[in-house]
């Protein structure tokens, strides 16, 4: 059998993004997969040094690669050169929207010892509408009549191929169920399209059960009662908000893995942890590569590579030990050891 080499770009970013990229670089060429990389230098770090962010030739580029894997963007707390947004918007929304990676999946696993302690679900978040497509705008800015909105856009293509994802994810899972979140009560015309089309797509799933909560009271349940849940459906900003908090009461995010997904394979999707660049540790050998591994997992995943993707995320799941108190190398160490 002729074994197939994945072309991978490489975001590594700012502060431990590198670190923790490198670590599960390694842990997939561990587990039997070829791939080969090329180191995109982009995040914080370029942009003070030469302004750059993002141009439309390097996004064009970044589509040809079969994955982009991405540690970490961003300065360090308390570094105020960079504008707010510059790097959101102009890097990690950017190749979001143009690579039309319509859905952000982020799935949770409770460690030992969390408040959800062997749970598992997952979050299908919309990851390009919302109210992060930045629809609005600002009248007499700096006055004391100034206006600023910011719209949420729902569109019913963008609302359905998302919760068909969700559908089709929830129909393989051990326990079938769509549990859509939102705030139908107040946001009574987003709410009114969610609702319908969670209740059109899921007429096609008989098997797959559906549930409905406002998002105040899911954060309640994600606190107290996690079990509920397997796979949550949501908008942008809701499921931002939700993955952070499940990434909390799963063990936190040094953990959690995410996928920025074009399911339909028109361009590459992106693979990042859900943590940041914690330029505070960086280079002491602290980091915790265990969210980039898995995400890498999910790459894997999406590259068709199953057998390696199951291997790395049992070892994963058997690992031992404080991640935190390890340190990247003796993680790795553990993992590859795993393998
Ligand atoms: C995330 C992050 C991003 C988001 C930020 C950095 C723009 O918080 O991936 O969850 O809000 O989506
Ligand atoms: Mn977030």
Known sequence: MTQRVHSIAVIGGDGIGPEVTAAA???VRAAGVSVTTREFDLGAARYLRDGFVLDDATLEELRGFDAI?????????????????????????????????????RP???????????????????????????????????????VATQGSVNTRFGVERCVRYAFERAARAAVPKVTLVHKTNVLTFAGDLWSRVVAEVGAEFPGVAVDYHHVDAACIYLVEDPQRYSVIVTDNLFGDILSDLAGAVTGGIGYAASANLNPTKTGASLFEPVHGAAHDIVGTNRANPLAAVSSAVLMLEHLGEEEAAARIARAVRDFEGDA????TSAVTAQLLERL
Do not use: K, Q, W
């Open 25 to 27: 670089l390694e842990v």
């Open 69 to 105: 894997m991405l540690g970490a963007i961003g300065p360090a707390i308390g570094d105020r050169r960079i504008p707010g947004g510059t790097l959101e918007r102009g890097l990690l929304l950017a190749m979001r929207f143009g690579l039309d990676l319509y859905v952000n999946y």
């Open 108 to 146: 949770f696993h409770g460690v030992e010892g969390s408040l959800a302690a062997g749970c598992d679900f997952a979050i299908v978040r919309e990851n390009t509408e919302g109210p992060y497509a930045g629809e609005g705008g600002a009248l007499r800015h700096g006055t004391p009549h100034e």
């Open 324 to 327: 935190a108190i390890l340190g």
